[in-house]
């Protein structure tokens, strides 16, 4: 056998330098041209479908705005219904991750859905922006390097109302929720800032999920002669509240200081003019003067018809801050590392103001306010009473 010499070698080495930078130089390609998929798991159906509509609105208003494109690849979006169930959620993302092969996903309506895909998420580090699901836990003792909440915590939309309320609106309160981890933790932050200012809680009652008969509480209400109520209600529940409230004539002597899911514009849309004077705390709200918020409702209005409302915002949210960390990786989402940091430095002008993720908890600081139902321009939904300032969940 002939000996191979040095020229020979260096010839084999040169082929192999460029065979193997040719394989990466097509690979590149390949993955410029493969669309990024992000998995949207959102309520369709049920008492949360309204819900889960007006996110995905916000979700692909926000992609028409950039042409379904980011970091030089398309975005395809692929729905799955959560059904307002959390076993279904654990099956809907595991057929996007597993099947559809998705790069990211975003969605989750249910905090309890949310807690219930948590360790799968985890543990196949899979990016997840949460855009609704509001349970402290999720930023906190169940917190995932994987996991960033775009829409807000319980004790960041709640805690501040407490003292606002204590001080503009009344010291009596019987407190409202629905029964489950939300409702819960949100009542407890209202609860803890509404005492600490001097406030009474005169009643306290959760009810179930999806409940279609309010009368019984609001009887509860009307017997404790509280000065203001506030309820953290949403979905249906909040219509059929809001209908029979204002059905036993109690808005004609109780107020209402509620959570913001209470006094959304679609549920106005459904109750009138009867909820005008209903206070509200949220991250959101119609009249900021801010020029991102006119651009977004002037979009909305323009596809849709009607006016938004925060579940359109959260949705809008979401995209953004996935579109920006996109963005910020150049659409190379082979680096897990490199994709988590880009959303942990993430900041946005949304439509509510300045928002960033904290890369400590993984959740958006974000100004809450102060809302009223009005006619504004004619056109029913919530005007800005105070901003409350700048909110950080304390991540724990």
Do not use: C
């Not at 992000?38 to 996110?55: C, D, F, K, N, T």
């Not at 996007?96 to 219930?116: C, F, K, N, P």
């Not at 107020?255 to 209903?278: F, Y």
């Not at 963005?327 to 994709?339: A, E, H, M, T």
Request: proline share 3%; charged share 20%; hydrophobic share 40%.
């Amino acid at each position: 056998m002939s000996k191979i010499n040095r020229r020979q070698l260096v010839k084999a080495g040169i082929g192999l330098v460029g065979l193997a930078a040719s394989s990466r130089f097509s690979f590149a390609i390949a993955q410029r041209e493969e669309p990024i998929r992000i998995g949207v798991v959102l309520s369709y159906s049920g008492p949360y479908a309204r819900l889960g509509q007006e996110i995905t609105k916000g979700m692909e208003l926000y992609l028409e705005k950039v042409n379904y494109q980011a970091g030089g690849r398309r975005i395809q979006l692929l729905k799955e219904d959560e059904e307002a169930d959390p076993a279904v959620a654990v099956r809907k993302v595991r057929k996007l991750v597993e099947q559809d092969r998705v790069h990211l996903l975003t969605g989750i309506i249910l905090s309890s859905s949310a807690y219930a895909i948590r360790d799968y998420i985890h543990d196949r580090q899979i990016p997840l922006v949460v855009a609704n699901a509001a349970a402290n836990g999720i930023t906190r003792e169940r917190r995932s390097p994987y996991i960033f909440r775009t829409s807000i915590s319980a004790w960041q939309q709640h805690y501040p109302m407490g003292p606002w309320v204590a001080k503009n609106v009344g010291k009596r309160v019987f407190l409202l929720a629905l029964d489950y981890a939300f409702g819960k933790e949100a009542t407890a932050a209202f609860k803890e800032g509404f005492l600490a200012a001097g406030g009474e809680v005169v009643g306290e009652l959760y009810s179930p999920l999806g409940s279609t008969d309010y009368s019984a509480v609001i009887s509860r209400i009307a017997a404790a002669r509280p000065e203001a109520v506030h309820a953290v209600l949403s979905g249906s529940d909040a219509v059929i509240f809001m209908r029979q409230f204002v059905q036993f004539g109690l808005n004609r002597t109780i107020q209402l200081a509620v959570s913001g899911e209470v006094t959304d514009e679609n549920v106005l849309e459904a109750i009138g003019d009867a909820a005008i004077g209903a206070k509200s705390a949220d991250h959101w709200v119609y009249t900021l003067n801010n020029t991102a918020n006119k651009e977004f409702i002037q979009a909305y209005r323009q596809k849709y018809g009607g006016i938004p409302n925060h579940f359109a915002v959260r949705g809008y949210d979401a995209m953004q801050f996935i579109v920006d960390a996109i963005n910020s990786v150049q659409g190379d989402l082979s680096n897990k590392n490199r994709l988590i940091n880009a959303f942990k430095n993430a900041k946005i002008i949304s439509p509510r103001g300045f928002v960033q993720i904290d890369p400590e908890t993984n959740n958006a600081t974000q100004h809450v306010y102060a809302r009223e139902v009005a006619r504004v321009n004619g056109i029913l939904t919530n005007r800005l009473l105070a901003d409350l300032g700048i909110i950080r969940d304390p991540g724990k």
